[in-house]
Nanobody, 126 residues
Framework: QVQLVESGGGLVQAGGSLTLSCVNS????????MGWFRQAPGKEREFVAA????????FYGESIKGRFTISRADAKNTISLQINSLEPEDTAVYYC???????????????????WGQGTQVTVSS
């Protein structure tokens, strides 16, 4: 069973940094491709980044401007998302996702992912 739990969100000033974490509390997820999405109020869920099960590849959404870094630590059943130079437009609920094919065309689509966390709120003040 897969249970994803995000943490690390909060209120931060523009220009600051945050590191979000996602832990699989039920079993190891070293076999799964993992990803992050975000959803701002009134907007659709947006793909942020993904990391391949092996850790050998990463992929970022088109709107992500190089301020985001995804990484994984399988020994800790954890993936992380580091966000630098935060902007008010980054305000959203950030969701961790697991288990989708490593296909760039489809991995940006939320319904392709099998497992989801409950999300962690990131609020950036100007």
């Amino acid at each position: 069973q897969v249970q994803l739990v995000e943490s690390g969100g909060g209120l931060v000033q523009a220009g600051g940094s945050l590191t979000l974490s996602c832990v699989n509390s039920k079993r190891t997820f070293s076999d799964y491709n993992m990803g992050w999405f975000r959803q701002a109020p009134g907007k659709e869920r947006e793909f942020v980044a993904a990391v391949k099960w092996s850790g050998s590849s990463t992929f970022y959404g088109e709107s992500i401007k190089g301020r985001f870094t995804i990484s994984r630590a399988d020994a800790k059943n954890t993936i992380s998302l580091q966000i630098n130079s935060l902007e008010p437009e980054d305000t959203a609920v950030y969701y961790c996702a697991a288990d989708a094919p490593w296909t760039q065309v489809t991995m940006t689509i939320p319904r392709v992912w099998r497992y989801w966390g409950q999300g962690t709120q990131v609020t950036v003040s100007s």
